[in-house]
């Protein structure tokens, strides 16, 4: 569903003529992360409860670049409460990203949803790296004591991405399936429009994307 929804959204930006690299991969400069950089990390991963070293990601998957713009849809999964401790840390008051006060409101207000979408094994405990890092998962569902290692490893790498991007050169555009578009006079979610949009609506979407890159 992920692809599926990304697709519309190149689609949108191809209707308009907009040079876009899919699927682009950003190779991790690990001298930039020393010092500083790899601090900032580090007291994420501690407070998340990480064990022994924080590891760094070895390339960024991006969906989508326009530019020096990386595109990132963030599927229901992304909003609970490891995201938003996430967003309350040093990375987020040293460097500034346009979505974060919308994330930490999303973050406390749609955590419900969350349950519903991450419960799945491969989300709620994660590759094994999510245990070696932040132990042994709960019961799915159950967030007293551990919580979700899964999570809390997929808030950690969406730190990364953000901290990555920008000291590498690029500023990255967090798209949450929870924005809305006004469509036909109405708001309307984009998780719903990009599943069987119409050339009307996609055009709709690509001026909304556009917008986004001149903020």
Same mark, same amino acid.
């Given at each position: 569903?992920?692809?599926?929804?990304?697709?519309? *959204?190149?689609?949108?930006?191809?209707?308009?003529?907009?040079?876009?690299?899919?699927?682009?991969?950003?190779?991790?400069?690990?001298?930039?992360?020393?010092?500083?950089? =790899?601090?900032?990390?580090?007291?994420?991963?501690?407070?998340?409860?990480?064990?022994?070293?924080?590891?760094?990601?070895?390339?960024?998957?991006?969906?989508?670049?326009?530019?020096?713009?990386?595109?990132?849809?963030?599927?229901?999964?992304?909003?609970?409460?490891?995201?938003?401790?996430?967003?309350?840390?040093?990375?987020?008051?040293?460097?500034?990203?346009?979505? =974060?006060?919308?994330?930490?409101?999303?973050?406390?207000?749609?955590?419900?949803?969350?349950?519903?979408?991450? *419960?799945?094994?491969?989300?709620?405990?994660?590759?094994?790296?999510?245990?070696?890092?932040?132990?042994?998962?709960?019961?799915?569902?159950?967030?007293?004591?551990?919580?979700?290692?899964?999570?809390?490893?997929?808030?950690?790498?969406?730190?990364?991405?953000?901290?990555?991007?920008?000291?590498?050169?690029?500023?990255?555009?967090?798209?949450?399936?929870?924005?809305?578009?006004?469509?036909?006079?109405?708001?309307?979610?984009?998780?719903?429009?990009?599943?069987?949009?119409?050339?009307?609506?996609?055009?709709?979407?690509?001026?909304?994307?556009?917008?986004?890159?001149?903020?």
């Amino acid at each position: 569903m992920h692809k599926q929804k990304t697709e519309t *959204l190149i689609q949108a930006l191809d209707l308009e003529k907009i040079d876009i690299e899919p699927g682009f991969e950003l190779e991790v400069r690990q001298k930039h992360l020393e010092g500083k950089g =790899k601090e900032l990390l580090n007291e994420v991963y501690t407070e998340l409860g990480g064990n022994d070293k924080s590891p760094i990601l070895g390339r960024l998957k991006i969906d989508f670049k326009v530019g020096r713009h990386f595109f990132v849809y963030d599927d229901a999964y992304h909003f609970n409460r490891y995201r938003l401790q996430t967003l309350k840390s040093a990375v987020y008051s040293v460097f500034n990203f346009q979505w =974060k006060t919308q994330y930490l409101r999303l973050c406390r207000s749609h955590e419900r949803e969350c349950l519903l979408s991450g *419960l799945q094994e491969r989300i709620w405990e994660g590759p094994p790296l999510a245990g070696q890092c932040f132990g042994r998962s709960e019961e799915p569902g159950d967030l007293s004591g551990n919580g979700s290692s899964g999570w809390k490893l997929n808030a950690y790498n969406d730190v990364q991405y953000d901290l990555i991007s920008r000291l590498q050169g690029y500023r990255i555009i967090r798209i949450p399936a929870y924005e809305n578009l006004m469509i036909g006079g109405s708001l309307k979610k984009i998780d719903q429009l990009l599943l069987s949009p119409n050339e009307a609506t996609l055009k709709a979407i690509a001026t909304w994307l556009l917008r986004k890159t001149a903020h």
